[in-house]
C-alpha cells in the first residue's frame, strides 16, 4: 500500500466518523518475522493499516511471544505493552490460533477461519462516532464467528498525525470455535 496524502487521509477519516465508508486492506503474505512486520508497518500508519496490522502481530504473537510483543510495541507507539498486557494476549491467544484470522473476509467457522491469501480486511465505521473524544477514532470489525462486528480504538498522535492501536480487547473476545473443533457440530 502507498502513502497517502494528508488532505485524503483526513476526508477519509471524516467520513468513517460520518459512518460512511467501509475502509478495506488487502494483505498479500502474513508477516512471519518482526523485520517483516516492521516493513509493513513502515509502509504507511493510516487506520485500517493498524487494524489489519494489529491481526498479523497477533497471528506473529501466536508463533513467536518477542517478535509479537516487539510488533505490539509498535503498533501501540508510546506506550509499549507491559507484561499484563503480555499475559492478556497469551490467556486470550491460549488454544485458538484461528482467532487472528477470523477477522478477514472469507474465514468461516466451517472452514476452521481460514481465509485465502491475499487477506482482505474489511474495517466498517462507527455508528456513533459523536461519541469518541478528539483523536481518537472507534471503528468495528466483522468475523463470521460472532453475530455482531467488534470495536477497537485506534489514537492518533498529534505532532506527528500517525494512528496507534488504543483498545481492542473486543478483537480478542470468544468467537465460535472452528466446526471441526465443535462436538456439537
Request: charged residues 25%.
Amino acid at each position: 500500500m502507498h502513502p497517502v496524502s494528508p488532505a485524503y487521509l483526513a476526508g477519509t477519516i471524516d467520513m468513517l466518523r460520518k459512518g460512511v465508508v467501509i475502509l478495506q486492506v488487502v494483505i498479500q503474505k502474513m508477516p512471519e518475522s518482526l523485520p517483516e512486520f516492521e516493513a509493513r508497518i513502515a509502509e504507511g500508519r493510516q487506520p485500517e493499516r493498524i487494524c489489519a496490522l494489529f491481526l498479523c502481530a497477533l497471528a506473529l504473537f501466536d508463533r513467536d511471544k518477542d517478535a509479537g510483543t516487539a510488533a505490539m510495541d509498535l503498533l501501540r507507539g508510546p506506550r509499549p505493552m507491559t507484561p499484563y498486557d503480555c499475559q492478556f494476549l497469551r490467556d486470550r491467544l491460549r488454544g485458538k490460533p484461528y482467532l487472528p484470522l477470523a477477522y478477514f473476509e472469507g474465514a468461516t467457522p466451517e472452514n476452521g477461519y481460514q481465509p485465502q491469501s491475499p487477506y482482505t480486511l474489511n474495517v466498517l465505521a462507527d455508528p456513533r462516532p459523536q461519541d469518541m473524544e478528539p483523536g481518537h477514532l472507534r471503528v468495528f470489525l466483522k468475523t463470521a464467528g460472532a453475530d455482531s462486528p467488534r470495536p477497537m480504538k485506534l489514537r492518533q498522535k498529534g505532532s506527528t498525525g500517525e494512528w496507534f492501536l488504543w483498545e481492542y480487547s473486543s478483537i480478542l473476545s470468544g468467537i465460535r470455535i472452528p466446526a471441526a473443533e465443535d462436538p456439537w457440530a
